[in-house]
């Protein structure tokens, strides 16, 4: 309700108190555990980062006192003593002193802050100038070092404060111009360039930075949002799409605004999907996600270390491919930031009919204005369109409206069996948690089984490539029976595409008239071949019905005769290299043939061997990955995309089957010793034939394995990070 006409929040000194009466039992002492929950709880107003940055500035002035002034350092600065230093609440850091706040110098202060404007000079004598949030941060520290030390500044202060730094703003932007700042806003990156990144970060085996690049595109979001989010943010949406939700934001430290991201799959391009970036990285993670729900940071780290990784690796990334990157940005200015940036340039011009600016300023956690934030919210409608808009789906074409791949029935049995198979750590870590991600988990599988040739096809070009980690890649029989239950139609669980302005609708129906036309213009372009066809047949019947022989009879009789001799001269035919059987006899997979690789399968260097030359032990493998490739082996398909080959099971491969010297070293030092140590698990009976061993033993005989390992090097568990071991790692612990 408005009050005085006026809506809002009261503040403390405009509500109705009464402070002449005692505070009852005031001076009783509140026992220490509940004093630290209460230090604990409003601790949380502030994180201990920008908390340590104040204090430092403070402790940079007053250390400047001492150098330039020192009368003033001795009668405004004073000591601490111990029980103020170990103060949680007044968190003086590592600061020994601290000013005095009650009748502090403002002009010197504003004589520090003209100092340290002058950031550097250049080699022609021209000043640069420090950025102005810079400058500001000081003032800040300082009016929260008075908060804390419960001391009052005058008026004269704040006034003679405010207008230096609105002075000195005015300065920093007129020195902007000029080129004297040192401060570089990232370029934003668009829409072709995103592209290449994903692209570039595939094929580069950074499935991080891919995963994390479309993570800050579809939800225009800041790195440091991304770093945090976990299970509990994300859910499946109303139809076609995954809804996002932070927890909090820069600007919304207590959640109270965040708004619902819907995000979309891109069935076309299989490098720009989220949702198959999104399955492969779950599907490559599952040690580590067992024991946590946060998508990114390692069990153990502090929040924020993901978000440092990936900016540093998406500059090297842009850095490496720098003769194609610099035509799209200033290389110097690439910086996570212009994905942000970039999305929300996106987002407002890739259609003459773009969505709202309300929408995408939701999105982006962006203000419109204290008014036009009260009376303009989220809508659903808005927020949809906007999600397909940074799907890179093309909003003038009919397949704006397309569906991402799912479930024809997402309880079928095979289906759960291929969750288990693919997610299996996850799904049980998590299936009894208030952020149960089995349908997420179900909807992910479904765009993995449908860009698996593509997966494939990947891992056939980058035989070490993070994709043949993928459970689900190398159980062919099981993936060949998921990919007859993936639809892109819509049924009773994905029932419609949401988010489709109305003229992708008309475009349909349009297309569909087209369509009519093309068929029409056909029928009758061929009218005058078909009835010259029908005459042509006519004459032939009535020559071959009076036994008589022309030209087109005789062709007819002649190409069936050699059809027929073909077709026993191939059924007698032995092809001497090719074991297997007959291609038409063997499981197809995509369009590909799959086979078992015999011992002397591949030939090379003038030798017969068991594994293709190519052959190269994924970079990446966790310990759960390494194991079940441990036990089966993994796949191997041709360059060409048409075999595909499953190879021997690891723990059989030995130095002759390894044609390198860098292979053979890979194999003894850093896969061998940790498996080797987990076969060694009493109670483990390993099955000689691979086809004996099914999903449930692989997960039962990792469990007993892991235990026996647990127990063997158990100093390496005590360490939360332990899950997140990749395999190359293990070798210098055991």
Same mark, same amino acid.
């Given at each position: 309700?408005?009050?005085?006409?006026?809506?809002?929040?009261?503040?403390?000194?405009?509500?109705?108190?009464?402070?002449?009466?005692?505070?009852?039992? %005031?001076?009783?002492?509140?026992?220490?555990?509940?004093?630290?929950?209460?230090?604990?709880?409003?601790?949380?107003?502030?994180?201990?980062?920008?908390?340590?940055?104040y204090?430092?500035?403070?402790?940079?002035?007053?250390?400047?006192?001492?150098?330039?002034?020192?009368?003033?350092y001795?009668d405004g600065?004073?000591?601490?003593?111990?029980?103020?230093?170990?103060?949680?609440?007044? /968190?003086?850091h590592?600061?020994?002193?601290?000013?005095?706040?009650?009748?502090?110098?403002?002009?010197?202060?504003?004589?520090?802050?003209s100092?340290?404007?002058?950031?550097?000079?250049?080699?022609?004598?021209?000043?640069?100038l420090?950025?102005?949030?810079?400058?500001?941060?000081?003032?800040?520290?300082?009016?929260?070092?008075?908060?804390? %030390?419960?001391?009052?500044?005058?008026?004269?202060?704040y006034?003679?404060m405010?207008?230096?730094?609105?002075?000195?703003?005015?300065?920093?932007?007129?020195?902007?111009?000029?080129?004297?700042?040192?401060?570089?806003?990232?370029?934003?990156?668009?829409?072709?360039? /995103?592209?290449?990144?994903c692209?570039?970060a595939?094929?580069d085996m950074?499935? /991080?930075?891919?995963?994390?690049?479309?993570?800050?595109?579809?939800?225009? %979001?800041?790195?440091?949002?991304?770093? $945090?989010?976990?299970?509990?943010?994300?859910?499946?949406?109303?139809?076609?799409?995954?809804?996002?939700?932070?927890?909090e934001t820069?600007a919304?430290?207590?959640?109270?605004?965040?708004q619902e991201k819907?995000?979309?799959?891109?069935?076309?391009?299989?490098?720009?999907? /989220?949702?198959l970036?999104?399955?492969?990285?779950?599907?490559?993670?599952?040690?580590?996600?067992?024991?946590t729900?946060?998508?990114?940071?390692?069990?153990?780290?502090?929040n924020?270390?993901?978000?440092q990784?990936?900016?540093?690796?998406?500059?090297?990334?842009?850095?490496?491919?720098?003769e194609?990157?610099?035509?799209?940005?200033?290389?110097?200015?690439?910086?996570?930031?212009?994905?942000?940036?970039?999305?929300g340039?996106?987002?407002?011009?890739?259609?003459?009919?773009?969505p709202?600016?309300?929408?995408?300023? %939701?999105?982006?956690?962006?203000?419109?204005?204290k008014?036009?934030?009260v009376?303009?919210?989220?809508?659903?409608g808005?927020?949809?369109?906007?999600?397909?808009?940074?799907?890179?789906?093309?909003?003038?074409?009919t397949?704006?409206?397309?569906?991402?791949?799912?479930?024809?029935n997402p309880?079928?049995?095979?289906?759960?069996?291929?969750?288990a198979?693919?997610?299996?750590?996850?799904?049980?870590?998590?299936?009894?948690t208030?952020?149960d991600?089995?349908?997420?988990?179900?909807?992910?599988?479904?765009?993995?089984?449908?860009h $698996?040739d593509?997966?494939?096809?990947?891992?056939?070009?980058?035989?070490?490539?993070?994709?043949?980690?993928?459970?689900?890649?190398?159980n062919?029989e099981?993936?060949?029976?998921?990919?007859?239950?993936?639809?892109?139609?819509?049924?009773?669980?994905?029932?419609?595409?949401?988010?489709?302005p109305?003229?992708?609708?008309?475009?349909?129906?349009?297309?569909?008239?087209?369509?009519?036309?093309?068929?029409?213009?056909?029928?009758?372009s061929?009218f005058?071949?078909?009835?010259?066809?029908?005459?042509?047949?006519?004459?032939?019947e009535?020559?071959?019905?009076?036994?008589?022989?022309?030209?087109?009879?005789?062709?007819?009789?002649?190409?069936?005769?050699?059809?027929?001799?073909?077709?026993?001269?191939?059924?007698?035919?032995?092809?001497?290299?090719?074991?297997?059987?007959?291609?038409?006899?063997?499981?197809?997979?995509?369009?590909?043939?799959?086979?078992?690789?015999?011992?002397?399968?591949f030939?090379?260097?003038?030798?017969?061997?068991?594994?293709?030359?190519?052959?190269?032990?994924?970079?990446?493998?966790?310990?759960?990955?390494?194991?079940?490739m441990?036990?089966?082996?993994?796949?191997?398909?041709?360059?060409?995309?048409?075999?595909?080959?499953?190879?021997?099971?690891?723990?059989?491969?030995?130095?002759?089957?390894?044609?390198?010297?860098?292979?053979?070293?890979?194999?003894?030092?850093?896969?061998?010793?940790?498996?080797?140590?987990?076969?060694?698990?009493?109670?483990?009976?390993?099955?000689?034939?691979?086809?004996?061993?099914?999903?449930?033993?692989?997960?039962?005989?990792?469990?007993?394995?892991?235990?026996?390992l647990?127990?063997?090097?158990?100093?390496?568990?005590?360490d939360?990070?332990?899950?997140?071991?990749?395999?190359?790692?293990?070798?210098?612990?055991?």
């Amino acid at each position: 309700m408005a009050r005085g006409g006026r809506g809002g929040r009261l503040h403390a000194h405009q509500r109705d108190v009464d402070d002449s009466v005692d505070i009852i039992n %005031a001076d009783i002492i509140i026992d220490a555990e509940h004093a630290d929950d209460i230090i604990a709880t409003e601790q949380s107003a502030m994180n201990d980062k920008t908390r340590k940055e104040y204090r430092n500035r403070i402790q940079r002035y007053y250390k400047w006192l001492e150098v330039n002034y020192p009368q003033a350092y001795n009668d405004g600065t004073r000591e601490l003593s111990a029980e103020e230093r170990n103060d949680k609440v007044k /968190f003086h850091h590592t600061n020994k002193r601290d000013l005095i706040y009650r009748g502090l110098n403002v002009g010197l202060v504003k004589a520090y802050l003209s100092a340290k404007k002058h950031k550097s000079t250049t080699a022609d004598g021209h000043t640069i100038l420090a950025s102005f949030s810079d400058i500001k941060k000081y003032y800040d520290a300082i009016k929260w070092g008075a908060l804390r %030390a419960e001391q009052q500044l005058t008026s004269s202060f704040y006034q003679q404060m405010d207008v230096f730094i609105k002075s000195y703003q005015k300065e920093h932007k007129q020195a902007q111009k000029e080129g004297r700042t040192d401060e570089q806003d990232c370029d934003p990156i668009t829409s072709t360039l /995103f592209r290449l990144i994903c692209m570039w970060a595939v094929e580069d085996m950074n499935i /991080f930075v891919w995963v994390f690049s479309l993570c800050m595109w579809h939800l225009m %979001a800041r790195s440091i949002s991304v770093d $945090s989010l976990s299970f509990h943010n994300i859910k499946p949406g109303t139809s076609d799409s995954i809804k996002f939700k932070y927890d909090e934001t820069k600007a919304d430290k207590t959640g109270e605004f965040t708004q619902e991201k819907n995000c979309y799959a891109n069935p076309l391009e299989p490098h720009l999907c /989220f949702f198959l970036a999104l399955g492969v990285w779950l599907s490559t993670c599952g040690d580590k996600l067992a024991s946590t729900e946060k998508f990114f940071i390692n069990p153990g780290s502090n929040n924020g270390t993901a978000s440092q990784r990936y900016c540093s690796q998406l500059c090297e990334l842009v850095m490496r491919h720098f003769e194609v990157a610099r035509n799209h940005i200033r290389v110097g200015r690439a910086g996570a930031h212009g994905l942000r940036k970039g999305a929300g340039s996106a987002a407002s011009s890739a259609t003459t009919d773009p969505p709202s600016f309300v929408s995408v300023a %939701a999105r982006g956690e962006w203000s419109i204005g204290k008014v036009l934030d009260v009376y303009f919210k989220f809508a659903m409608g808005g927020d949809q369109y906007l999600g397909r808009i940074l799907a890179l789906l093309d909003p003038n074409e009919t397949t704006f409206a397309i569906l991402p791949p799912h479930w024809i029935n997402p309880i079928d049995s095979l289906v759960l069996k291929g969750i288990a198979v693919n997610f299996g750590k996850i799904a049980t870590a998590h299936c009894d948690t208030n952020h149960d991600p089995s349908g997420l988990l179900s909807l992910l599988l479904a765009s993995i089984v449908y860009h $698996s040739d593509w997966l494939k096809s990947i891992c056939a070009k980058y035989p070490s490539h993070p994709f043949h980690l993928i459970p689900i890649l190398n159980n062919n029989e099981l993936l060949l029976e998921l990919k007859k239950l993936v639809t892109l139609e819509p049924n009773d669980h994905v029932p419609m595409a949401t988010g489709i302005p109305a003229h992708v609708s008309h475009n349909k129906k349009l297309d569909q008239i087209m369509a009519k036309c093309d068929a029409t213009h056909d029928m009758v372009s061929g009218f005058k071949d078909d009835i010259r066809t029908h005459i042509f047949q006519a004459v032939d019947e009535k020559v071959a019905g009076e036994g008589g022989v022309n030209h087109s009879i005789l062709q007819v009789s002649l190409e069936g005769l050699k059809n027929e001799i073909l077709a026993r001269l191939e059924s007698v035919t032995f092809n001497s290299r090719d074991r297997i059987g007959p291609a038409e006899d063997l499981p197809q997979v995509g369009g590909a043939v799959f086979a078992v690789a015999s011992p002397h399968q591949f030939v090379y260097g003038g030798k017969f061997w068991c594994l293709p030359e190519a052959f190269q032990f994924p970079v990446g493998a966790t310990r759960q990955s390494g194991w079940r490739m441990w036990l089966t082996g993994s796949s191997f398909m041709d360059p060409d995309g048409t075999k595909e080959w499953r190879l021997k099971p690891f723990r059989l491969i030995n130095g002759k089957d390894l044609h390198s010297t860098a292979l053979k070293n890979m194999h003894k030092i850093q896969w061998k010793p940790i498996f080797s140590m987990m076969e060694e698990a009493p109670n483990l009976n390993i099955p000689p034939k691979v086809e004996n061993i099914d999903d449930e033993f692989i997960r039962a005989s990792y469990d007993i394995a892991t235990e026996y390992l647990r127990s063997r090097v158990s100093y390496i568990f005590a360490d939360p990070r332990s899950n997140a071991r990749v395999v190359h790692s293990w070798y210098v612990v055991v």
